[in-house]
């Protein structure tokens, strides 16, 4: 038992070492410029254009579904313009940044990994090291500067979506007026809100891309290891958002 619980600790000293090793590798291949540079608009395009339609599609039925759930709890008790004040403060705050980022935890981070994966189990990383290619500059840096830029770009547009489709809900099933629902949306709202959530889906998305990367990077075993590795950074990545949402919920608090 002891030693087990000695092993299990070395382990996770050495993950460590490895985890802050690979981010300050990745720290200094951002000098190299003329390589990540031409990447990046690729890797921004697989990541933020390519990832629209799960995002948008997601955020639809979530505003659909805050109004009706809003008008359930609110009958009889508070107004029903509150509607709108749930629709816009939650796909500001927590639902619009939160689901988009389990969503794209699953599509961005699992292809990340398994992209990264097969390259390293077929040595195709070794052959870019070979021909003088930095594999941080070359295949790390564009893709976590890819996620960083453009999650805030899908969340917002998420956001505005749920929004949207929050206030059809509300005009067709709800009887909800248009200047009531605006009238709610408008009650607390605050611009901290708007740029708070944007802020916080740039963690995300940094967050999603680097565990992406690190896991595929770190594949090894043939392909049971590129099936393993992409189970992994879906499962750390949704952990890791989850529990980034919860500091950045006391952050707002405070």
Do not use: N
């Not at 809003?70 to 749930?86: D, H, I, K, W």
């Not at 077929?122 to 021909?131: P, R």
């Amino acid at each position: 038992m002891i030693a087990h619980v000695g092993r299990s600790a070395v382990a996770g000293i050495k993950a460590v070492g490895r985890f802050g090793q690979f981010v300050s590798d990745m720290v200094r291949a951002l000098s190299d410029v003329a390589t990540w540079g031409r990447l990046t608009p690729v890797q921004m395009r697989r990541v933020g254009v390519d990832s629209l339609p799960v995002a948008l599609f997601i955020a639809a039925f979530t505003g659909v579904v805050l109004a009706l759930q809003a008008s359930y709890t609110f009958t009889g008790t508070v107004p029903l313009y509150f509607v709108g004040t749930l629709v816009g403060k939650t796909m500001m705050l927590e639902l619009g940044p939160v689901l988009a980022g389990l969503a794209l935890a699953g599509r961005v981070g699992a292809s990340m990994a398994a992209e990264l994966g097969t390259m390293r189990v077929t040595e195709q990383v070794d052959a870019l090291e070979t021909l003088a290619y930095d594999p941080q500059s070359y295949l790390v840096v564009p893709r976590v500067l890819a996620g960083t830029a453009m999650f805030p770009v899908i969340v917002a547009l998420a956001i505005l979506t749920g929004i949207l489709t929050g206030w059809l809900a509300s005009l067709l099933l709800l009887d909800l007026s248009t200047q009531e629902f605006i009238k709610g949306l408008k009650l607390f709202y605050r611009f901290k809100d708007t740029w708070f959530g944007l802020f916080k889906s740039a963690t995300f998305g940094f967050t999603i891309t680097l565990v992406g990367c690190i896991v595929g990077l770190g594949t090894r075993g043939g392909a049971e290891g590129v099936g393993r590795s992409t189970m992994q950074a879906v499962v750390y990545s949704a952990v890791l958002l989850l529990m980034l949402d919860a500091f950045w919920a006391m952050v707002l608090l405070r």
